[in-house]
Nanobody, 121 residues
């Protein structure tokens, strides 16, 4: 059973940076698709940045150029570096993973508990 634990959320002023981490235990490998999603109040989670398998990376249009996703070679830690944050980035951020090839709009099997990111103007 794959378990995901996020850390690194918090509050920051507009233009600032935050770094989110997701630690995986119990079964990631080079075929795992895993990435970051965010949920605004009253909405479903939306894809932010994703590794589809080992190498293919995709970003939501709203964050491209400001956010960077990365992972360690052991496939145990996923990182989202968020720069030039805007108030509209305020959301609950989740790490999610799936053992198969997935895209940003796909359904993911495993989810972390989430970490709140708040950006003030």
């Amino acid at each position: 059973q794959l378990q995901l634990v996020e850390s690194g959320g918090g509050s920051v002023q507009a233009g600032g940076s935050l770094r989110l981490s997701c630690r995986a235990s119990g079964g990631t490998n080079t075929r795992t698709s895993w990435g970051w999603f965010r949920q605004f109040p009253g909405q479903k989670p939306q894809g932010v940045a994703l590794f589809s398998g080992s190498y293919y990376i995709s970003y939501a249009d709203a964050v491209r150029g400001r956010f960077t996703i990365s992972k360690d070679n052991a496939e145990t830690t996923l990182v989202l570096q968020m720069n030039d944050l805007k108030p509209e980035d305020t959301a609950m951020y989740y790490c999610a993973a799936d053992p198969y090839y997935r895209q940003l709009g796909s359904t993911f099997q495993y989810w972390g508990q989430g970490t709140q990111v708040t950006v003030s103007s």
